[in-house]
């Protein structure tokens, strides 16, 4: 049989050069948090609170939540600023416009036309954003997004940060009943910023949110 022997170890090569450093995580303060932003590592203290998604969302940064943004090209688009809607039709329970034309919209149901009204057999459309889990929100979630601080609050211009144009200085529902009425639903006032009770039959706007983390 044939042996084979290693020869002598060769001399070794130059050095490669050196990497490019890593950014880390910053050196945020005790009170402060370390999020991923815009895939980097970021003070949460840094970054804007109100994210414009680019596709018909913001997403707040410090509650989480993604919000539909209201179109003013209102050419039978659910999204459009123009919409009021019926919290109930029957007096107390949730079969409104708000829900089976606006809700059902955003979630790639029947679609609403302003000429022909509810399309009921248009089939599976398309959901905002491709998310499919669309809701009303809560009282205390539509009043995060108050921002008495707002250009305008409460003489004619709505209170909510620029990252919400388009909206209504009206009211706005939400998904919360009042405790003491089953006839009646909490709703925001974006002209003045305060919350309200009424009748869930009346026609007020909307804006949808999901919860985007």
């Known amino acids: 049989r044939v042996l084979f022997r ?38 949460k203290s840094t970054i804007p ?4 998604d680019g596709d018909g969302t913001v997403t707040d940064n410090q509650t989480g939540l993604m919000w539909e943004k209201k179109t003013s ?5 659910v999204t459009c600023v123009n919409n009021a809607y019926s919290w109930s039709l029957t007096g107390t329970p949730a079969d409104g416009t708000l829900f089976t034309t606006f809700i059902a ?3 790639g149901g029947d679609y609403y036309s302003q000429s022909a009204g509810q399309i ?19 009282v205390a979630e539509l009043n995060t997004i108050v921002e008495s601080a707002a250009t305008g609050c409460d003489s004619g211009s709505p209170c909510i940060d620029t990252a919400f144009v388009p909206t209504q200085a009206f009211f706005y529902w939400s998904s919360s009943s009042l405790a003491s009425s089953a006839f009646r639903a909490w709703y925001v006032d974006f002209n003045d910023g305060y919350v ?18």
């Open 73 to 77: 090209t209102c050419s039978g688009e």
């Open 105 to 107: 919209g955003l979630n």
């Open 196 to 213: 309200y009770g009424n009748f869930k039959t009346s026609f007020f706007y909307a804006r949808a949110v999901r919860s985007g983390r």
């Open 6 to 43: 290693s020869g002598p170890q060769g001399q070794p090569g130059p050095q490669g050069p050196a990497g490019a450093n890593g950014a880390g995580a910053p050196n945020c303060s005790a009170t402060d948090t370390v999020v991923s932003y815009q895939g980097a590592l970021a003070c």
């Open 120 to 138: 009921v057999s248009a089939g599976t459309g398309t959901c905002l954003a491709n998310h499919c889990d669309w809701r009303i929100p809560t």
């Open 49 to 52: 609170r109100y994210i414009d």
